[in-house]
């Protein structure tokens, strides 16, 4: 049979058309095959951004031997998960019920029911002296064992069935207090990484949703450490090889504690959220670093990641060109350096960015990773690493570059307008506003649908049912209605989480669902999920409560704030329990208990005093923060901290003077 691949829309699953596995795309017909033929399915989960996932097609899925075994043994199914999140979140914590650890590429063997008996992450194509077994005898054994030993194999299925019942659901009802953000920022401490920044070691991942979290612990408590994690975390994300210092943006990952060697793909998701944090850090502390950090992030997305006639913001920039490469677009060789600049420059770049003959690269000893070591020896170096960081951008970008993934997820895209909104003020660019707002109309006009809620793609009507795709539009229609001051934006947030709690919430016990109830699918899809932990972009039932919490806030309206301390109370022992890994979910509880701060400006449309008063209340950094804009003929703002407001002011100074 042929490899069904070829007209699926995921780019994912185009560059395995040419594969001689008999692929399918994850649907019914594979599972009817495999009841049909009675065999074990093959289930591969990855990602076009993914390194590993394309090492493991080079080295197995291109290769005749294993294609003849999968072909010959097994239904195989690929899966994008960028594409099907809902499919690979189970399936990941499936995997990690049996091996302890996931990740992509996802490597797992099903019954044909598609329930789970034995899996892994990356094979490598033979057996290795680092205790990985070869695939080919991996699959040798999955087969015979699905052949021979029957009873183990339901027996496996059983208990991992079991064990996704209980984990999905990650409900822990309790109830929230001020100690419940006591705990959480104390144990963030506890991760915190004292001399490089960040949380925990080697792998180490951005995580901005505490970053923000404590940035408002410190604004609310000045509690001096709190400041530190904060400011040291930025800092060492910023000056690390993780920040891509030729072009702007960050990588996904760092292989290393300090920061220095990263996985090289580019997502859209890290960058909207770390966007968010560098210019809350920029707003409340004033660093020029987090500026120019937040300058690059989107100066990039302009740059790659967006189509600004479209009026849409693509996935992803892959790590590698070919799949072997391991980052050589984004590296350099000490000759490569002397290349690109002149002499004084090349001097200056290479000491900052700690160009040697031996680089950090295992595959290409001599290649380096830009990280910034050392500040440039005076005054006068200052222009000159600037102007070689321009040189370095001209010759890198005469290189090929590694493939962008265009498809237009409707989560990603609300993430990053929203993203862009808070940088069109904070960074006074009003072409960021311009392209939000673009995004945020087409969302409305080719994803929503008033019956069945958002799609997952811009312009495409399955899939659909994702809770993640409605609660991060509504919070970006929040975004927009702050920022513009139109009513219709609040209207359209409204009606998405009204649409939630018709298709997602759970009246008996409390919470969202992550699919729509009317949903069904194949194997696990069909087991209820109920996630917070914030894995890998912010968890969808944090960011519900969160604009639970900013609907309250706007409208008053006190349906909104008894859900919201439903939500909290379903969740609020995971909150206590979870602190860096539910992060967002704390946020919301910070929202719920604490003041929230009200700047509401009134005046006329176009330039004039209520418009500098409306940029300034946007710019000015508060924890807990809504900002309402009306018209009216005279041009005043007042500023409400919870129940206690100002007297209204009437020029810019005077607003700044109330909100410091």
């Known amino acids: 049979m042929a490899n069904l691949l070829a007209s699926e829309p995921s780019a994912y699953l185009k560059s395995a058309a040419h594969q001689p596995v008999h692929w399918h795309p994850w649907g019914e017909p594979a599972f009817a095959r495999a009841r049909a033929e009675d065999k074990p399915i093959l289930l591969d989960v990855g990602a076009v951004w993914c390194h590993w996932c394309h090492v493991m097609d080079g080295e197995s899925y291109e290769d005749a031997s294993v294609a003849e075994a999968l072909n010959r043994d097994f239904v195989c199914i690929k899966v994008d998960r960028d594409e099907r999140p809902d499919v690979d979140a189970r399936y990941q914590r499936a995997v990690q019920a049996l091996t302890g650890q996931g990740g992509w590429p996802l490597t797992a063997f099903l019954t044909p029911e598609g329930e789970v008996f034995f899996g892994g992450t990356y094979f490598p194509p033979e057996d290795n002296h680092y205790g990985r077994p070869g695939f080919l005898s991996v699959l040798g054994q999955v087969a015979g064992l699905y052949r021979q030993q029957r009873e183990k194999v339901a027996e496996n299925a059983t208990a991992i069935r079991r064990h996704m019942a209980e984990s999905l659901d990650e409900t822990k009802g309790g109830e929230v207090t001020p100690g419940t953000l006591e705990r959480a920022a104390s144990d963030m401490a506890r991760l915190f990484d004292i001399r490089y920044g960040g949380f925990g070691t080697a792998p180490k991942f951005p995580h901005p949703a505490a970053v923000q979290f404590l940035l408002a612990r410190w604004h609310d408590t000045r509690e001096t450490w709190l400041r530190e994690v904060v400011e040291k975390t930025l800092t060492g994300m910023a ?61 990039w997305v302009l740059e790659v990641l967006s189509d600004r006639e479209r009026g849409v913001f693509h996935t992803s920039q892959d790590a590698d060109v070919r799949f072997s490469d391991d980052g050589d677009y984004w590296t350099w ?37 830009l990280w910034w070591k050392r500040d440039p020896a005076g005054d006068d170096e200052w222009p000159v690493l600037k102007d070689a960081l321009g040189r370095l951008k001209a010759a890198r970008d005469k290189r090929t570059a590694p493939y962008v993934d265009t498809t237009p997820y409707v989560n990603w895209n609300a993430m990053m307008a929203a993203a862009f909104l808070h940088a069109g003020a904070v960074l006074d660019r009003p072409a960021c506003n311009a392209l939000a707002l673009k995004v945020l109309e087409r969302i409305w006009a080719e994803a929503w649908d008033d019956e069945q809620g958002m799609s997952h793609v811009i312009g495409r009507a399955e899939p659909r049912g994702l809770l993640e795709d ?79 919490a900013r609907l309250w806030a706007a409208t008053d309206d006190q349906d909104w704030r008894r859900l919201l301390d439903r ?33 509401e400006v009134l005046g006329a449309r176009g330039e004039g005093a209520a418009c500098d008063m409306h940029l300034l209340a946007l710019q000015s950094y508060r ?20 129940t206690t407001c100002s007297l209204p002011v009437t020029t810019p100074q005077a607003l700044g003077d109330l909100l410091r």
Request: glycine letters at 8%.
């Open 239 to 299: 000056k690390g090889g993780i920040r891509d210092h030729v072009g702007g943006g960050f990588h996904r990952y760092a292989v290393d504690e300090r920061w220095i060697v990263p996985h090289f793909e580019k997502m859209a998701y890290d960058n909207s959220e770390l966007l968010r944090a560098y210019l809350d850090g920029y707003a409340a502390l004033g660093h020029p670093l987090f500026k120019e950090v937040a300058q690059g992030i989107v100066s």
């Open 623 to 642: 924890p807990r923060k809504l900002v309402v804009r009306k018209t009216a003929e005279r041009p005043t703002a007042t500023v409400c901290v919870g």
């Open 567 to 599: 939500q909290l109370a379903t969740f609020g022992g995971a909150a206590s329990q979870l602190s860096l890994y539910g992060a967002t979910l704390v946020r919301a509880v910070d929202w719920a208990l604490n003041p929230v701060t009200r700047v």
């Open 470 to 548: 409605n609660v991060h539009t509504a919070a970006a229609f929040l975004d927009a209605f702050e920022a513009t001051g139109d009513d219709t934006w609040l209207s359209r947030a409204v009606a998405v989480m009204r649409h939630c709690g018709r298709a997602h919430w759970d009246d008996a016990k409390g919470g969202f669902f992550d699919v729509a109830r009317d949903r069904s699918g194949a194997a696990y899809l069909t087991t209820p999920a109920k996630p917070v932990q914030d894995s890998p972009t912010p968890s969808a039932n944090g960011v519900a409560a969160l604009v639970l």
């Open 333 to 369: 060789t000490l000759d490569e350096l002397r290349e690109a600049l002149p002499e004084k420059a090349f001097h200056v770049a290479r000491r900052t960015f700690d160009v040697e003959e031996a680089g950090e690269m295992h595959h290409n000893p001599r290649k380096n990773v």
